[in-house]
Structure formats: structure tokens, C-alpha cells
């Protein structure tokens, strides 16, 4: 595997960053998940906007221009031979010391990853998954906003050591406040009689699979919302499903011991995982 990192690119067992890198000391730093299909990385421009939006919200000055960055992401492509892959652009505050004075890193460190990468759920995407509502609560929008893409994913990890213990392929997250946030590592939807529902994305990451799916339905005809919603809606869903760049759309059939829907896949869930295959297969 070759790896870029600051400005050259070398082979996995040469691609070595300092133990006083502030990414690695306090999880200081940004990242993205990016996915290329049939020799097309997916987004792109989407995925290089928010990693930029998210060094912006950690005060945090990416050495490269979008357009330089963006041209790194497909050279890593090329230079692994990889047409279908899972591609991960890291910039971390850098080596600085022991304190947080991010002011002590001068120079911020930046690789890029990419990999193949198949489905991440194997047969569940025809069988669906068994999802757990966890006791972690999401990250509150005021102390560390989960729109920021960010090294910091302790959150996010606890979750999925809850959903692990309790028998669950993934974790559902619910805020501070009570209302329904996202999974460990994608974004979720309802649905109910017809209308697929979403949470706001205050209190959730921005996903651009999320994107792509409400455009999906705009396209298809099928009515959608933005709303707040509880473990009510939740449990007494028609059908329930994520959507991540890693996950893509993947539909889960059982919360907390309770069947949704009619315990399979539903309609809706499955005219959009056949929607969004088409849209990586153009874009």
C-alpha cells in the first residue's frame, strides 16, 4: 500500500508520523471518509469542502489548497492501481509537545490512505441489521459539534463497544435532549406509513451518503422530513435505515428486541440501496 503523507508518497511500513503529533497525543486533527466506485472517487468535492469546513471549526489551516488536495485523493488512487476503494485524507495539528497549546505544533501533518474496501455489512444488506439504542449520549452541538469530522471519536467508539457487548451490528444514538442523533458511524431514517423521516442535523454529522439518499427520494416521489424524533418513533417505525459513506444504505430490521416493520427490508429502504447504486455508478 502506498501512503501520501507530507508531501511524498511511500510505501505503508515508511509512513510514520511523530508520538508528539497532537492528532495521536489528543485526537487534534480532521478527517473524511471518501469512497471511489468503478474508477470514480464519489463526491469528491463534497468530501474536500467538509473536511475544510471541519479544520475551519477547529481553528486548524490546512497546508494545501482544495483543488491541490483533491488532486492528492486521486493520485493515491492511481498510485495503488485502485478503481474501487475506501479512501481516508487525514491533517492532524502536528508534532508540537506534551501541552495543548495547539500554538506549540507549527506545522500541521497530512496523509492520505486508500484501500479496497467491499461491503461493510456482508449479507445483512438482504437480511438487515440488529441495531441497539446505546446509554452514551451523542456529543452535545455546544461542547463538541457533531458536524465537525473529527479525530476525537471516543464518542462514537463507546458507542459501539455498548452495541458489541449488547448483541447489536450497530449503535443508534440518541442527544442530551432526548431526540433521536445518528448511529456510531452513519447517519439514520424512519420510516413511517410512506414518509420517510430524518433527524436535523444539529445534533449530527452533515453525511453526504444522507445527502444523496434525500435526493434519491426527491427524485423517486417519496415524501420526506427533517423533524425531531424519540424512541417512540423509533421503535414503532415501518422501517428503519442507515447511511454512511463506509455503511452506504444498509437497513436495519430489529431495535432493542423489537422487530420493525414486517422484520425484513422494506420497500422503501430497498427502491433507495437500488437508487444509490445507480448514482455511483455515474457520478
Known sequence: MIIYLDGKFVPEEEAKISVFDH?????DGVFEGIRAYHGRVFRLDAHVDRLYDSAKMINLTIP??????????VQTMRKNNLKDAYIRPVVTRGKGDLGLDPRKCPKPTVFIIATSWGAMYGDL??????????????????ALPPNAKTLNYLNNILAKIESIYKGGDEAIFFDTNGYLSEGSGDNIFIVKNGTM????????????????VLECAKDLGIEHQEKNLGYFDLYTAD????????AEVAPIVDVDGRSIGTGVP?????????????VTKKE
Request: positive net charge.
Open 197 to 212: 423521516i430524518t433527524p436535523p442535523t444539529l445534533n449530527n454529522l452533515r453525511g453526504i451518503t444522507r445527502e444523496v
Open 64 to 73: 494545501l489548497t482544495k483543488e491541490e488536495f483533491r488532486e492528492l485523493i
Open 23 to 27: 492528532g495521536l497525543l489528543y485526537g
Open 125 to 142: 444488506y438482504e437480511k438487515g441489521l440488529k441495531a441497539i439504542t446505546v446509554s452514551v449520549r451523542r456529543n452535545a452541538a455546544e
Open 239 to 246: 422501517e428503519v435505515f442507515v447511511t454512511g459513506t463506509a
Open 266 to 278: 422494506g420497500p422503501i429502504t430497498k427502491q433507495l440501496m437500488a437508487a444509490f447504486k445507480d
